[in-house]
């Protein structure tokens, strides 16, 4: 008995060591943690739709194409005072999204010590369709756009290189780039394009005049804006032209300079130097106009019934004056004072309330 017992413990020994020379050569599970990996990159595509009646857009959409990520950073960027020099300046500042992103609330704009800009600052709207910005149209690609009021010493006075810096050191934006473009490194191209994108999303077509044009619900005129519509057609439309309601061009509109200006304002000359460019300045398109007060490149004009005033009567002859505004001897444009009041019945019409009051256009809560 004292034998087999013997042979039982040899037998056991044996297994045993088989069993641990055969787990000694299987890998060795790590035990320390690794670390977190990054949520996986994928943007979501943002639904841009070109409005029925508008024409093709300019922007170059396949070099930056809009993600709900490209967004949303742009936006954040927007309204950061971050990307002035004391931070007290965002773009939101300037272009106040209730006021059709115009700056309505001084006649000139404003910068940073509450300095004094030359000119009454442009709205931003339907810049997917824009072939030059600036009342000068000093910037001819949107994605160069922010580089002219960040560095401005009245605007925002600070350098896109030490903006850059702060939004690298922020805790917020790295996370906020790594979604919208899967890296981290935020660069020049990105910064600039993320911007881009937000503008790109304020697409105003949604007026009463754009649903009376597309036959849709809610797009009824009246008498008189139907009336204001014809005669805007007859007295207006070369420069206001198409659904933008511009040409896009430069033109001298017969407005003396500000005498108040510290210096002259010459407007696209300033760009040119082209003597024929002197006094020449951007046609803005009309949408919103009821919103985007005070009137002009100088501002000089507070009501549309102003306006309409100075084309009746009060175009100043000179070497530069359009051609539109000198027909047949005649400095300015015919209008009664029933014409003014149905042209401005009419441009209220444009007036896109959606657009206004759209929270997807204000900070992010």
Same mark, same amino acid.
């Given at each position: 008995?004292?034998?087999?017992?013997?042979?039982?413990?040899?037998?056991?020994?044996?297994? %045993?060591?088989?069993?641990?020379?055969?787990?000694?050569?299987?890998?060795?599970?790590?035990?320390?943690?690794? &670390?977190?990996?990054?949520?996986?990159?994928?943007?979501?595509? $943002?639904?841009?739709?070109?409005?029925?009646?508008?024409?093709?857009?300019? $922007?170059?959409?396949?070099?930056?194409?809009?993600?709900?990520?490209?967004?949303?950073?742009?936006?954040?960027? %927007?309204?950061?005072?971050?990307?002035?020099?004391? !931070?007290?300046?965002?773009?939101? %500042?300037?272009?106040?999204?209730? *006021?059709?992103?115009?700056?309505?609330?001084?006649?000139?704009?404003?910068?940073?010590?509450?300095?004094?800009?030359?000119?009454?600052?442009?709205?931003? #709207?339907?810049?997917?369709?824009?072939?030059?910005?600036?009342?000068?149209? !000093?910037?001819?690609?949107?994605?160069?756009?922010?580089?002219?009021?960040?560095?401005?010493?009245? &605007?925002?006075?600070?350098?896109?290189?030490?903006?850059?810096?702060?939004?690298?050191?922020?805790?917020?934006?790295?996370?906020?780039?790594? *979604?919208?473009?899967?890296?981290?490194?935020?660069?020049? &191209?990105?910064?600039?394009?993320?911007?881009?994108?937000?503008?790109?999303?304020?697409?105003?077509?949604?007026?009463?005049?754009?649903?009376?044009?597309?036959? &849709?619900?809610?797009?009824?005129?009246?008498? #008189?804006?139907?009336?204001?519509?014809?005669?805007?057609?007859?007295?207006?439309?070369?420069?206001?032209?198409?659904?933008?309601?511009?040409?896009?061009?430069?033109?001298?509109? +017969?407005?003396?300079?500000?005498?108040?200006?510290?210096?002259?304002?010459?407007?696209?000359?300033?760009?040119?130097?082209?003597?024929?460019?002197?006094?020449?300045?951007?046609?803005?398109?009309?949408?919103?106009?009821?919103?985007?007060?005070?009137?002009?490149?100088?501002?000089?004009?507070?009501?549309?019934?102003?306006?309409?005033?100075?084309?009746?009567? +009060?175009?100043?002859?000179?070497?530069?004056?359009?051609?539109?505004?000198?027909?047949?001897?005649?400095?300015?444009?015919?209008?009664?004072?029933?014409?003014?009041?149905?042209?401005?019945?009419?441009?209220?019409?444009?007036?896109?309330? #959606?657009?206004?009051?759209?929270?997807?256009?204000?900070?992010?809560?």
């Amino acid at each position: 008995m004292k034998r087999w017992q013997g042979l039982g413990v040899l037998i056991s020994a044996g297994l %045993f060591g088989l069993v641990v020379s055969c787990q000694s050569n299987e890998p060795v599970e790590p035990t320390t943690p690794t &670390e977190p990996q990054p949520p996986q990159y994928q943007t979501t595509p $943002y639904p841009w739709q070109k409005p029925a009646n508008f024409p093709d857009p300019v $922007y170059d959409f396949s070099k930056n194409p809009l993600t709900q990520e490209g967004v949303r950073l742009g936006r954040a960027l %927007f309204f950061d005072g971050m990307l002035s020099h004391d !931070g007290t300046i965002t773009c939101g %500042f300037c272009h106040i999204p209730e *006021a059709a992103f115009a700056h309505t609330d001084h006649t000139l704009s404003h910068g940073i010590r509450d300095q004094i800009g030359p000119r009454n600052g442009l709205n931003i #709207q339907n810049v997917a369709w824009s072939r030059a910005f600036f009342w000068d149209g !000093g910037i001819r690609d949107l994605d160069l756009l922010p580089i002219a009021p960040i560095q401005n010493p009245v &605007e925002m006075g600070d350098t896109l290189t030490k903006v850059l810096d702060k939004v690298r050191n922020s805790a917020k934006y790295p996370p906020l780039f790594y *979604a919208a473009f899967g890296t981290r490194d935020i660069t020049q &191209e990105r910064f600039l394009k993320a911007l881009s994108q937000f503008m790109l999303t304020m697409v105003s077509a949604n007026s009463r005049y754009d649903k009376y044009v597309r036959k &849709e619900a809610g797009g009824t005129l009246n008498e #008189q804006e139907l009336r204001g519509l014809n005669l805007f057609k007859q007295n207006c439309s070369t420069c206001h032209t198409g659904e933008l309601f511009t040409d896009q061009s430069f033109r001298n509109n +017969g407005l003396l300079p500000n005498p108040n200006a510290p210096k002259p304002d010459l407007g696209r000359y300033s760009i040119t130097l082209n003597e024929s460019d002197r006094n020449k300045f951007r046609v803005p398109s009309l949408r919103n106009i009821e919103r985007t007060l005070p009137y002009m490149h100088d501002g000089r004009f507070s009501s549309l019934e102003a306006v309409l005033n100075h084309y009746a009567s +009060g175009v100043k002859d000179n070497a530069a004056l359009d051609p539109v505004l000198k027909q047949n001897g005649q400095v300015g444009i015919a209008l009664t004072k029933q014409d003014q009041q149905d042209i401005i019945a009419f441009l209220r019409t444009l007036t896109d309330q #959606q657009f206004v009051t759209d929270r997807q256009f204000k900070p992010e809560r």
